[in-house]
């Protein structure tokens, strides 16, 4: 099988890339992606030269680059996308263009070449907030976005579903919790704190560190893609959690102790605008239909990445610059 996957120098693309060979070593990966600030080919050294991967610098808006690429593929992975909350806030344009027009271009594509089956990567985001007593975000939560960088996925979403809707293009999507792992950019929560503790510097809490997430391994996230690629019904949503509901505060002091360190390395800041309280995500469905659910242990997996960051700073210390 031929696959496109578009964003997969970012983190979990990347990561999703080498999940993929090394399951399914005898298929071909194209790899496209236009290398913005959080794409990095240092994520893809060590399968640079396999003969079943091809990378190509590009923008998912090319439609000419697109629909090129998407010919003779079987499947098309949709990582790109503009991903930060605190970006977006600055500055949505970008996060409109990449993740509403770059996801029509896909499509369209997607479309044109004999209706490729198309599997697009959504966040848990596009459901709003949850209070703290409220039942989990599940597939038949209303959309309710907060920030630009919401409704710009909560767009894309709504649009890879008219396209089944309308066009009957084989599609899937899957919404995710928060992800963590090898390879992420270290503007996120938890390797900017690990990154940061390991030069000598104070962690940053929005607020009170109130704010809850749902986390999980970048490995169980692609582990329930692939499966939803090969089980899941054409046309429907699956959401993908962790099981692992952390406030920012319980993160930073789980951090702050896998790393010898003491709470006086806490400083908090003033909130993020439209912070959302909570993310929880109910992955009855996927373990229902797909018999997926999460495998690493969160603090299991802190630890692991933890030792990773310590263990690759050459990586990290370039993008810190």
Not at 219 to 240: A, F, P, Q
């Amino acid at each position: 099988m031929k696959l496109l996957v578009t964003g997969g120098a970012g983190f979990i693309g990347s990561n999703f890339i080498h999940y993929w060979l090394k399951n399914y070593p005898d298929d071909e990966i194209i790899n496209l992606d236009l290398l913005t600030y959080a794409g990095n080919l240092e994520n893809l050294k060590d399968i640079e030269n396999n003969p079943n991967y091809k990378f190509v610098k590009g923008d998912i808006c090319d439609a000419a680059l697109v629909n090129d690429l998407v010919k003779g593929t079987s499947l098309i992975v949709n990582f790109a996308a503009e991903s930060h909350v605190d970006r977006s806030i600055v500055n949505s344009a970008d996060f409109i263009k990449t993740n509403v027009e770059g996801t029509r271009v896909l499509l369209e594509a997607a479309k044109n070449n004999g209706n490729i089956r198309f599997h697009h990567i959504s966040t848990d985001e596009v459901f709003g907030a949850l209070a703290l007593d409220a039942p989990k975000f599940s597939e038949a939560t209303p959309y309710d976005p907060r920030s630009p960088y919401s409704a710009s996925k909560a767009s894309s979403d709504h649009l890879v579903r008219a396209y089944y809707h309308t066009y009957k293009l084989p599609v899937t999507i899957s919404n995710c919790s928060n992800n963590y792992g090898p390879y992420q950019y270290p503007e996120k929560l938890i390797p900017l704190f690990i990154t940061d503790l390991l030069e000598g510097k104070k962690v940053p809490i929005y607020g009170a560190g109130k704010n809850i997430r749902d986390w999980i391994h970048v490995d169980d996230h692609n582990r329930g893609v692939d499966m939803i690629i090969k089980k899941g019904k054409i046309g429907e949503t699956y959401c993908l959690g962790g099981n692992s509901e952390k406030s920012n505060l319980e993160i930073t002091k789980l951090i702050l102790d896998l790393m010898g360190e003491g709470e006086d390395k806490i400083e908090y800041v003033s909130d993020r605008l439209g912070h959302d309280l909570r993310y929880a995500i109910d992955y009855s469905k996927a373990q229902k239909e797909l018999a997926w659910q999460p495998q690493v242990d969160f603090k299991s997996g802190l630890s692991q990445t933890v030792a990773w960051y310590k263990n690759n700073a050459v990586w990290w210390k370039k993008l810190k610059k």
